[in-house]
Structures are given as C-alpha cells and as structure tokens.
C-alpha cells in the first residue's frame, strides 16, 4: 500500500529527507508545505526555499502559509488526506491539532542523538560541547521541544576538523535512508516508539550574530569550537583597531611560550605565521576577513595588514 506523506521542511538540511520519500516507491509526497519566499542576497530578490524548489520539479503541490495554524490551513493540510506528515527543519512550533491530523501522525527528523540537544541548532551546540559523535533521531512528535517518542538514531562521527556546515551536510545525508527505512518499519509494527529519558536531556537555543564573538579569555580550544561550529553561519568575529575582523577558520595550539595576553596577536610564533594569545593556549587563525575585504589565507591577510605584531583584539 503506497501511504500518503505531507512533508514539511525548509532549509537544505531537509532536501535529502524529501528526495528520499520521493524516491521510495512505497511513499508519496502528495504535498509540500514550507516557508514563504523570503528576500536574500544583496539585490534582496524573493528567494524559494531548497525544499520548495525540489517540490516544483517533482511537480508536487506546495503550500507557504506564514503560520501553520487557522481553519483555512487545517483544511488544506486535509484536503491531502495524509497518512503522514514527515517534518524536517520547517521552521515553526506546529500545534497538536495539525500533529494529530494524520492516520499515523507526524515524524520528525532530528540533527541529534535526543534526548541530547533538544532544540533550534544542534548541530551548533555538539560541536561547541566537544561531542565525539552526534547523529539523527527519527522520532514521533508531540507537544513538547523536541519530546517525542523516538524510533530509530544514527550515530555520526564528529571530526576534529568539522564545521558547522559540514556536519550539516553529512547529518543531512544520513537522514534521507534513515527516515524512510524507519516509516517503513513503524508501519509494519516491526520498530516499537521509545520513550526519551527526559533526564539526560539537553538543550540547544537558537544562534544569533551575537554568539560569535570571541571571548579571547576563553581557552583556544573553545575558541576554536566556536569558530568551527558557527561556520558559516553566523560567523565568529573580533576587533582589530575598530575594524570587526572575522575568523573562519584555524587551529587550536597548546602552550604559550611568548606569555601573550590573551586577545594578543604575534607574528613571531614558530608554530603558525599568524597566534593569538587565550585563556589558556594560542589559537592560529588561517583564514580571515577584516571588514570591507574579501576572506583570504593568513599569509596574504598580513600582507595586506602590516605592524600586526602585538596588538590586542576586543
């Protein structure tokens, strides 16, 4: 029996999820509801979402209300008779009366290993702990953040080299097979609903441009998760003589045998062209963006930037 799905979803992290219910034979995606289009770029141009244009050439209805609730909505979502809403990154808290609406009720895909980071980023929030690993959570929604009975995870490993972008992309992929082979076996009672343990739960809040300022008292290793984790979105900055400088990229060192402050930059480290002093080690930045250029590599960043050597950044 082919079973009906609704699927909602926004961003690219819930594009594999879709393709993979468009692709299974024994699922189809009667409809799409996502965010509405939204202004981005420099020219400020209407944007679709990465789920709405997938939607679109798979010739599938999609359907942008700015808040998923109200009679008009509740009876367009029923008008698709579903079986079963399938969420992933939509974007808004969804009420019970729109999770209770299908047969099977509403899934969710989640970018952790719940009850760990419950909540709005995190992928963000692992990489800022130090995780070793994370992965994807298919789970039964309810009422709550992130609270649901779970049916089935996938572990991820964390790579020291890892950003938040590329975390991203390799949760997002695992989720695709996963989400489907998981419906599949709910379906057929082969995979039983497990309830979370609310006491280990953690919490991921969402991210704003604020959190990426660097607390240069922190320890480099911290500081290096955060420039990791906030990769690319929203970024981690600083300020070099007024100017906001941005750091993209760089490695943690240990020791600090200049004895710099911390927020004290020396270009005559051994270990690094470019070292910044920390709360406890050095951090090499290697790829930056003072305000007003374009990102570039350490060594042409000091090109272009001379008598660096020991100033302090805010």
Same mark, same amino acid.
């Given at each position: 029996?082919?079973?009906?799905?609704?699927?909602?979803?926004?961003?690219?992290?819930?594009?594999?999820?879709?393709?993979?219910?468009?692709?299974?034979?024994?699922?189809?995606?009667?409809?799409?509801?996502?965010?509405?289009?939204?202004?981005?770029?420099?020219?400020?141009?209407?944007?679709?979402?990465?789920?709405?244009?997938?939607?679109?050439?798979?010739?599938?209805?999609?359907?942008?209300?700015?808040?998923?609730?109200?009679?008009?909505?509740?009876?367009?979502?029923?008008?698709?008779?579903?079986?079963?809403?399938?969420?992933?990154?939509?974007?808004?808290?969804?009420?019970?009366?729109?999770?209770?609406?299908?047969?099977?009720?509403?899934?969710?895909?989640?970018?952790?290993?719940?009850?760990?980071?419950?909540?709005?980023?995190?992928?963000?929030?692992?990489?800022?702990?130090?995780?070793?690993?994370?992965?994807?959570?298919?789970?039964?929604?309810?009422?709550?953040?992130?609270? !649901?009975?779970?049916?089935?995870?996938?572990?991820?490993?964390?790579?020291?080299?890892?950003?938040?972008?590329?975390?991203?992309?390799?949760?997002?992929?695992? !989720?695709?097979?996963?989400?489907?082979?998981?419906?599949?076996?709910?379906?057929?009672?082969?995979?039983?609903?497990?309830?979370?343990?609310?006491?280990?739960?953690?919490?991921?809040?969402?991210?704003?441009?604020?959190?990426?300022?660097?607390?240069?008292?922190?320890?480099?290793?911290?500081?290096?998760?955060?420039?990791?984790?906030?990769?690319?979105?929203?970024?981690?900055?600083?300020?070099?003589?007024?100017?906001?400088?941005?750091?993209?990229?760089?490695?943690?060192?240990?020791?600090?045998?200049?004895?710099?402050k911390a927020g004290q930059i020396s270009?005559?480290?051994?270990?690094?062209?470019?070292?910044?002093?920390?709360?406890?080690?050095?951090?090499?930045?290697?790829?930056?963006?003072?305000? !007003?250029?374009?990102a570039m590599g350490v060594l042409d960043?000091?090109?272009?930037?001379?008598?660096?050597?020991g100033v302090i950044l805010e």
């Amino acid at each position: 029996m082919t079973r009906r799905v609704v699927f909602m979803g926004t961003p690219e992290f819930a594009v594999p999820s879709l393709q993979a219910l468009i692709d299974a034979p024994d699922f189809k995606v009667v409809g799409v509801v996502t965010q509405p289009d939204r202004p981005a770029g420099r020219g400020k141009l209407l944007q679709q979402s990465p789920v709405k244009q997938l939607a679109l050439q798979h010739g599938i209805e999609v359907f942008q209300p700015e808040k998923l609730r109200g009679t008009e909505v509740m009876a367009k979502l029923r008008s698709w008779y579903p079986h079963l809403h399938v969420v992933a990154a939509y974007g808004q808290i969804l009420k019970q009366a729109v999770l209770d609406l299908p047969e099977f009720g509403s899934i969710n895909v989640h970018a952790s290993l719940l009850p760990r980071w419950r909540g709005a980023a995190p992928i963000q929030a692992a990489i800022l702990a130090g995780d070793a690993v994370t992965g994807i959570t298919i789970m039964q929604m309810d009422a709550g953040l992130d609270t !649901g009975p779970m049916l089935s995870q996938a572990q991820v490993e964390i790579l020291p080299y890892d950003t938040g972008e590329t975390l991203h992309n390799k949760l997002a992929a695992v !989720g695709g097979p996963l989400l489907v082979n998981t419906l599949r076996g709910f379906l057929s009672h082969d995979i039983l609903p497990l309830q979370q343990e609310d006491g280990l739960s953690t919490y991921a809040p969402r991210i704003n441009k604020e959190d990426g300022k660097i607390n240069w008292a922190d320890s480099a290793i911290a500081i290096d998760r955060r420039v990791r984790a906030f990769n690319p979105w929203p970024g981690t900055f600083t300020t070099l003589n007024g100017q906001t400088l941005k750091l993209h990229l760089g490695v943690p060192l240990s020791g600090n045998p200049h004895q710099l402050k911390a927020g004290q930059i020396s270009i005559h480290d051994s270990d690094a062209p470019l070292v910044i002093g920390t709360g406890e080690g050095r951090y090499a930045p290697s790829r930056l963006q003072l305000e !007003g250029r374009k990102a570039m590599g350490v060594l042409d960043f000091l090109n272009g930037v001379p008598d660096m050597d020991g100033v302090i950044l805010e």
